[in-house]
């Protein structure tokens, strides 16, 4: 069996981490580790650590893993190289972000897969990742003048209140995008909620109908190679279609405000969700993504 040893990230490590992810993902125009690896060593420090495996000191695989909260761990940016794929590489990368944030307090460790990535959705089972919850992007245009009929709160005692219970926190099992983590997913509480960018309900009058919240605006170069604005919104939750046609309406309206040209909005991967989006007239993309879970109790050096 092939001797792998783990160790952080250098700075000179790059050249061999960008020879072996530069194609990784073909169907999306490239992978993003190359243009964010030096990022990553310059910015690890107590609450991230990136991680290369080694084979006769040569790197043949990177991951980093990111503690989210006091006990919460996010694992990103699992690649190994091909001509090494299947020599026990991931696990050893695997353990090491593990054992990192166990290190520090963290109970649970998570990631994100594509739903079309079996590949890694069977790594990701076979060094104990279970499955989380599912979830797909609704992407309404930003829009100044969308209108609804709802009344907006922009409490975020009240956004919590109503999604809390929801089907969205049910069947995400609580969880939403993090505040400062791109692409992490964590648990939505009050104080997440109170810190994001913007945080709001729509009422009737009686009754909460629906909820989001904005996580960051971003930069992204759309098909025809021209930087567009997106405006990210951690979850959303809505009582049916008609609220879900007001909080798409609200979405557009805050994202326009924000200074964003798109919306890009996570909900869950159920038939509800998705075919209220379709009677709602909400795009949304293609393809779901998973996230799955590692329990961190008993993990400790080996």
Avoid: K
């Amino acid at each position: 069996m092939t001797a792998v040893e783990t160790r952080p990230a250098r700075h000179d490590d790059r050249e061999a981490v960008v020879a072996f992810t530069e194609d990784t993902f073909p169907r999306l125009g490239g992978d993003y580790i190359p243009r964010v690896f030096e990022e990553w060593v310059e910015t690890d420090g107590p609450d991230q650590r990136t991680v290369v495996a080694c084979v006769d000191g040569r790197p043949v695989g990177v991951c980093q893993g990111v503690l989210l909260s006091d006990h919460e761990a996010w694992a990103q940016g699992m690649r190994v190289a091909p001509a090494f794929r299947g020599d026990g590489v991931s696990p050893e990368l695997s353990h090491a972000v593990f054992e990192w944030a166990a290190d520090r307090g963290a109970t649970v460790c998570r990631n994100m897969v594509f739903s079309w990535n079996a590949a890694g959705l069977g790594q990701s089972r076979a060094v104990g990742f279970e499955p989380a919850a599912e979830f797909r992007w609704l992407e309404p245009d930003a829009d100044p003048d969308a209108g609804h009929d709802l009344v907006r709160s922009d409490d975020p005692a009240d956004a919590w209140s109503a999604f809390r219970g929801s089907h969205a926190d049910r069947r995400l099992d609580g969880l939403g995008l993090d505040l400062a983590e791109s692409w992490a997913l964590a648990e939505v509480t009050r104080p997440r909620l109170a810190a994001a960018d913007s945080a709001f309900a729509l009422h009737d009058g009686d009754r909460r109908r629906a909820m989001s919240y904005r996580t960051r605006t971003v930069e992204r170069e759309n098909d025809d190679g021209v930087e567009e604005t997106w405006a990210e919104y951690g979850v959303a939750a809505w009582a049916d279609h008609g609220a879900l046609s007001a909080l798409s309406a609200a979405v557009a309206r805050d994202a326009a405000a924000a200074g964003a040209d798109r919306a890009r909005v996570l909900v869950p991967e159920t038939p509800r969700h998705v075919s209220d989006a379709a009677y709602a007239r909400v795009p949304f993309a293609d393809d779901p993504d998973f996230v799955l879970e590692r329990d961190l109790t008993g993990v400790g050096r080996r």
